[in-house]
């Protein structure tokens, strides 16, 4: 992609208007704010609400659920989105589509912000879509209400997805149907924590997630189809229809949208004979989703589908042109390496923060599953339209077909997880670190533009240098993080980064988030206090992760006292219990009792105090 595109007036609106949207997130503009008056109804425990159902069914390990645009909240009118937990079992369930009028019953609350480094934030999750409240329902009708017409392809292609997800549901097993149903639809539902993890390890877990290529692969083959029966113009209207509608059956999240539209652009702009490039149908796609959905930008499925598709356009018609005097079938080969290696370099960061592992030579398992589902995926449309009409022995060998092609997916999946180095637990990165990351990956992706690269490469050392330094220089004497958990427990950061793990309980899998958050990488020592037998547990699974110097009962050995008095400096005195502040003989807790509903990160040099909600965690 020439360098010159990024003058081009429609990318500079593009990231001008990105930059407003960010400005707005960060002043709070997108927040969702409860009306006054409906705030008395949280926890009523049979609430009636009226809304419109407006997204496909979903189910994790909660349960089932469905978005609706609420209308009204007992008798007090509403214009607001809830995430809605239907009851288990009820065969209603299976009847929803979206544009039908509903009609619940059940206990509404607000979502939940993080209280720990590392747990999930429910709130901003849901905000970031638009979601004020959460209703865990108990009875659910369906009101005989027409559904509007706007409505009306949203309950087609949700009526067709749920006949395909049966289908897989009828002829496969639970766990081959789920698998079955991420590879057609990118939703697949919980599946056992072993395959998880390999899918994961293995690098391929967008092929299970909503991603672009699904869709790609749906109007590659309906063009195809479409050019040998109605010529140029009949391929551009078929693969739309079908192209279109399949978007809607997976439900036009991001990475959906932007394939459909961008593959839409490009052949409109090979049918009219004009210039039409990817860097140009992707500019459109982008501008096309933000306009429709402003709050599609902090979604991880737009930042991962444009930030691999950045990586692509810099790099590969570069590598294309390396790449033509290689014979066509190890070219493909290179190539397919090469847009694997591109997206893992682009989405590290996203890796890091979001999902906090990443996958290295495991990600080589592309090579054979990225064209391997496309076949999954044919087949197991084809099954579905032939189950219309048949039966037998062909469905059945078929069927048989579909099921060892998934056996052979999951047993790649789980070769490539269990090389060694397949993948790696990562720390958060921050922001100057996200940035001065993509400077140098941007300054390898322009090559042989040397001067380009050059320039890149600088900006990328001069962050992270000034950061550095920044970072160091301004380093406290002393913090401690006060976690917020069923048990107390504390991680106390000592000047010159050693570290004491101080509590009376808490699990192993919350303590090893905190210390990959703050990347701690040894425990100088783990202090037990109190009867809570739950850091004792824990302590195994920690020592297999991070290396631990010693390990002490409070009250025993070195003097160390009930109440751990960690450090004493000038009028400041940190303990496990919050830090307070002497006045002659009496003391006084300095962190008021407001900010103790979540973790908290407290730091001294010696005469200052800082207090602030740790790092991840979203103050209430």
């Given at each position: 992609m020439p360098?010159?595109?990024?003058?081009?007036?429609?990318f500079l609106v593009l990231v001008l208007y990105i930059l407003v949207l960010a400005l707005l997130h960060s002043r709070g503009f997108f927040e969702i704010k409860p009306?006054?008056?409906?705030?008395?109804?949280?926890?009523?425990?049979?609430?009636?609400?009226?809304?419109?159902?407006?997204?496909?069914?979903?189910?994790?390990?909660?349960?089932?659920?469905?978005?609706?645009?609420?209308?009204?909240?007992?008798?007090?009118?509403?214009?607001?989105?809830?995430?809605?937990?239907?009851p288990r079992g009820l065969p209603e369930n299976e009847r929803i589509r979206p544009g039908q009028r509903l009609l619940l019953s059940g206990e509404l609350r607000l979502p939940r912000p993080s209280r720990n480094p590392g747990e999930f934030d429910e709130r901003a999750f849901l905000w970031d879509?638009?979601?004020?409240?959460?209703?865990?329902?108990?009875?659910?009708?369906?009101?005989?209400?027409?559904?509007?017409?706007?409505?009306?392809?949203?309950?087609?292609?949700?009526?067709?997805?749920?006949?395909?997800?049966?289908?897989f549901k009828r002829l496969l097993s639970q766990e081959e149907a789920r698998l079955m149903t991420g590879l057609a639809l990118g939703?697949?539902?919980?599946?056992?924590?072993?395959?998880?993890?390999?899918?994961?390890?293995?690098?391929?877990?967008?092929?299970?997630?909503?991603?672009?290529?699904?869709?790609?692969?749906?109007?590659?083959?309906?063009?195809?189809?479409?050019?040998?029966?109605?010529?140029?113009?009949?391929?551009?209207?078929f693969s739309g229809l079908l192209g279109g509608f399949y978007t809607l059956m997976v439900g036009t999240d991001p990475p959906y949208a932007r394939a459909f539209l961008g593959g839409m652009a490009l052949q409109a702009g090979f049918l009219r004979g004009r210039e039409s490039g990817a860097f140009q149908a992707t500019v459109l796609s982008a501008l096309a989703i933000l306009i429709l959905d402003p709050r599609a930008l902090f979604s991880a499925g737009f930042q991962m589908t444009y930030l691999a598709m950045a990586g692509l356009l810099l790099a590969m018609p570069s590598l294309n042109r390396a790449l033509r005097p290689?014979?066509?079938?190890?070219?493909?080969?290179?190539?397919?390496?090469?847009?694997?290696?591109?997206?893992?370099?682009?989405?590290?960061?996203?890796?890091?923060?979001?999902?906090?592992r990443g996958s290295l030579l495991?990600?080589?398992?592309?090579?054979?599953?990225?064209?391997?589902?496309?076949?999954?995926?044919?087949?197991?449309?084809?099954?579905?339209?032939?189950?219309?009409v048949m039966e037998g022995p062909l469905l059945a060998f078929l069927v048989k077909g579909l099921k060892l092609l998934l056996t052979l997916f999951c047993r790649v999946c789980f070769q490539a997880s269990s090389w060694p180095g397949a993948a790696s637990d990562l720390s958060p990165m921050a922001f100057s670190e996200v940035l001065a990351y993509y400077l140098a990956v941007f300054s390898l992706l322009v090559l042989p533009r040397r001067r380009p690269a050059a320039a890149l490469l600088g900006a990328s050392l001069l962050v992270w240098g000034g950061s550095a330094w920044a970072q160091r220089a301004g380093a406290p004497a002393l913090r401690v993080v006060y976690l917020s958990l069923p048990s107390r427990a504390a991680l106390v950061t000592f000047s010159g980064e050693k570290h004491w793990l101080v509590g009376a309980g808490a699990s192993a899998g919350m303590l090893l988030k905190v210390l990959r958050i703050y990347r701690v990488r040894r425990l100088e020592k783990v202090v037990l206090t109190g009867p809570d037998p739950g850091l004792r547990r824990a302590l195994p699974r920690l020592a297999r992760f991070v290396p631990v110097g010693a390990v002490e009962e409070a009250g025993a050995g070195g003097g160390v006292g009930r109440r751990l008095v960690l450090l004493?400096?000038?009028?400041?005195?940190?303990?496990?219990?919050?830090?307070?502040?002497?006045?002659?003989?009496?003391?006084?807790?300095?962190?008021?009792?407001?900010?103790?509903?979540?973790?908290?990160?407290?730091?001294?040099?010696?005469?200052?105090?800082?207090i602030k909600p740790a790092s991840g965690v979203s103050p209430r």
């Amino acid at each position: 992609m020439p360098l010159c595109y990024l003058r081009r007036p429609l990318f500079l609106v593009l990231v001008l208007y990105i930059l407003v949207l960010a400005l707005l997130h960060s002043r709070g503009f997108f927040e969702i704010k409860p009306q006054r008056e409906i705030l008395p109804l949280r926890f009523h425990p049979f609430l009636g609400v009226e809304g419109v159902a407006a997204s496909p069914l979903r189910e994790d390990h909660r349960g089932q659920k469905v978005f609706l645009r609420a209308m009204r909240f007992a008798d007090k009118p509403v214009r607001q989105k809830v995430l809605v937990y239907l009851p288990r079992g009820l065969p209603e369930n299976e009847r929803i589509r979206p544009g039908q009028r509903l009609l619940l019953s059940g206990e509404l609350r607000l979502p939940r912000p993080s209280r720990n480094p590392g747990e999930f934030d429910e709130r901003a999750f849901l905000w970031d879509r638009g979601v004020g409240w959460i209703l865990k329902a108990e009875s659910l009708r369906i009101l005989p209400k027409p559904i509007p017409w706007p409505w009306l392809p949203f309950f087609w292609a949700e009526s067709a997805r749920r006949s395909l997800e049966n289908c897989f549901k009828r002829l496969l097993s639970q766990e081959e149907a789920r698998l079955m149903t991420g590879l057609a639809l990118g939703y697949k539902g919980p599946l056992r924590r072993d395959v998880n993890r390999a899918i994961q390890d293995a690098g391929v877990m967008h092929l299970l997630v909503p991603s672009g290529a699904k869709v790609a692969f749906v109007i590659m083959a309906a063009a195809w189809v479409a050019l040998r029966l109605g010529g140029r113009t009949g391929g551009f209207v078929f693969s739309g229809l079908l192209g279109g509608f399949y978007t809607l059956m997976v439900g036009t999240d991001p990475p959906y949208a932007r394939a459909f539209l961008g593959g839409m652009a490009l052949q409109a702009g090979f049918l009219r004979g004009r210039e039409s490039g990817a860097f140009q149908a992707t500019v459109l796609s982008a501008l096309a989703i933000l306009i429709l959905d402003p709050r599609a930008l902090f979604s991880a499925g737009f930042q991962m589908t444009y930030l691999a598709m950045a990586g692509l356009l810099l790099a590969m018609p570069s590598l294309n042109r390396a790449l033509r005097p290689w014979p066509a079938w190890l070219g493909r080969l290179a190539a397919v390496a090469a847009v694997t290696a591109v997206v893992q370099l682009m989405l590290w960061p996203l890796f890091a923060n979001i999902f906090g592992r990443g996958s290295l030579l495991g990600a080589a398992a592309n090579l054979v599953l990225v064209p391997g589902s496309g076949a999954i995926m044919a087949l197991g449309f084809s099954l579905w339209g032939l189950s219309f009409v048949m039966e037998g022995p062909l469905l059945a060998f078929l069927v048989k077909g579909l099921k060892l092609l998934l056996t052979l997916f999951c047993r790649v999946c789980f070769q490539a997880s269990s090389w060694p180095g397949a993948a790696s637990d990562l720390s958060p990165m921050a922001f100057s670190e996200v940035l001065a990351y993509y400077l140098a990956v941007f300054s390898l992706l322009v090559l042989p533009r040397r001067r380009p690269a050059a320039a890149l490469l600088g900006a990328s050392l001069l962050v992270w240098g000034g950061s550095a330094w920044a970072q160091r220089a301004g380093a406290p004497a002393l913090r401690v993080v006060y976690l917020s958990l069923p048990s107390r427990a504390a991680l106390v950061t000592f000047s010159g980064e050693k570290h004491w793990l101080v509590g009376a309980g808490a699990s192993a899998g919350m303590l090893l988030k905190v210390l990959r958050i703050y990347r701690v990488r040894r425990l100088e020592k783990v202090v037990l206090t109190g009867p809570d037998p739950g850091l004792r547990r824990a302590l195994p699974r920690l020592a297999r992760f991070v290396p631990v110097g010693a390990v002490e009962e409070a009250g025993a050995g070195g003097g160390v006292g009930r109440r751990l008095v960690l450090l004493c400096q000038h009028a400041v005195c940190f303990g496990f219990d919050p830090p307070r502040v002497r006045r002659g003989e009496a003391e006084f807790s300095i962190i008021p009792p407001r900010l103790k509903r979540h973790a908290l990160e407290v730091s001294t040099d010696g005469y200052w105090v800082s207090i602030k909600p740790a790092s991840g965690v979203s103050p209430r």
